[in-house]
Structure formats: C-alpha cells, structure tokens
C-alpha cells in the first residue's frame, strides 16, 4: 500500500512522497494539508461533510517526526467547525480550519429572521 506517512511512538514520519521535490530536509504541502485534513476529517459528526478547509503553512515544515493535535471549536445541529495544528519540536508549523455542514432536509424555517 502505498502511504505518505507511518505512525512511530505517536508521531508521524514521511514517507517518500511526503518530501519537498525540492529538498530533501523538507516536506511537501501536499503532505502537510494531507495529514490537516485527516486530523480535521476525525471530528465531522455523522450526516456531515465537509464544506470548507484552510490551511496556513507559515512555517517550513522539516522533514522529522510531526505530531498533530486538533479541537471542535464549534458543534451545532447545523455547522461544526474544527482546528487541527501540526507541531515539530512542540513548535506550531502550520494550521488548517474545517467546516462541515449538516446534509438532508430539514423542516422549519432556514432562519429565525422575521420576514
């Protein structure tokens, strides 16, 4: 199977695909959205999908072990919205944003607003 990532002790380590085309000390931002993205995809609530997903790369991430850490910073029964960062060295690399919104039908107003 092909990966970009392997576990080791908690923390991920890349893979060959995973590194920068342009440098070996380095990873790629496809990786790095990748692993925020599968971080974040852990907290959407069932009859979810996703809508929306950001990511900041504001420090080059190097090519070691990264670990990752994440929060619902918002569940409703409509919209919930999740930040998930990745660490090297308890240092913050990057960030990523999700939001997923509820599917279906629903019955009622699609607002409180008074007409």
């Not at 090297?88 to 019955?107: C, H, P, S, Y």
Request: with cysteine.
């Amino acid at each position: 199977m092909v990966s970009f990532f392997r576990e080791d002790d908690g923390r991920l380590v890349a893979q060959r695909l995973a590194v920068s085309p342009w440098t070996p000390t380095a990873l790629a931002g496809t990786g790095v959205c990748g692993l925020l993205a599968r971080e974040l995809e852990a907290h959407c609530p069932d009859g979810f999908v996703p809508v929306r997903f950001t990511a900041d790369l504001y420090q080059p991430v190097a090519n070691a072990p990264v670990e990752l850490t994440s929060t619902v910073v918002r569940r409703g029964s409509r919209i919930s919205l999740a930040d998930a960062s990745l660490l090297q060295d308890g240092r913050e690399r990057a960030r990523a944003t999700a939001i997923f919104l509820a599917t279906g039908v629903r019955k009622g107003p699609v607002t409180s607003m008074p007409m």
